[in-house]
């Protein structure tokens, strides 16, 4: 038995008039969409809220989640591109991982810049993170930090 749906509207859908069966047997309609497309819909899926545009609303959902991707990612580049730490070092140039190129711990040379970088963390914040043209320079800054904040263990409890 067919329910008389004409003139129903399910989201963005207006039901028109009967457009037959599905080989399955359900009543299909022939439906008016609010952007303009008609659409054949399945009684079933129109009543269980399946069917609920001609399929522009599904495009447009995607479309608008795909933009926000790209939005958020291009928020992420900027944020890592632009931060700086206090001397002016972009951080993004910085690497964190354990590699160490030039055998001092906390001194490692930057291809892109051409600069030896000196750093040294202590209790999660860099107490020194600095660019120099030598090795010599940035091993000499790296050793009067470790003297300055690593020698006295006299180290604030944050
Ligand atoms: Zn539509």
Redesign the pocket.
Known sequence: MRIDLTGRRFG?LRVLKPAGHAKNGNALWLCQ?????S?VADSYRLRHGMTR?????RQESSRTSSQHNAAFLQQQHNHGKYLFNEEGVPLCSIKMGKRNTSGHIGVHFNRQSNQWFARLMVNGHYVLLKAFSTYEDAVAAREAAEEQYLRPRQVEVG
Not at 33 to 37: A, F, K, Q, S
């Open positions: 963005r969409c609010d952007c303009g497309n659409t545009s001609c399929g522009c609303l």
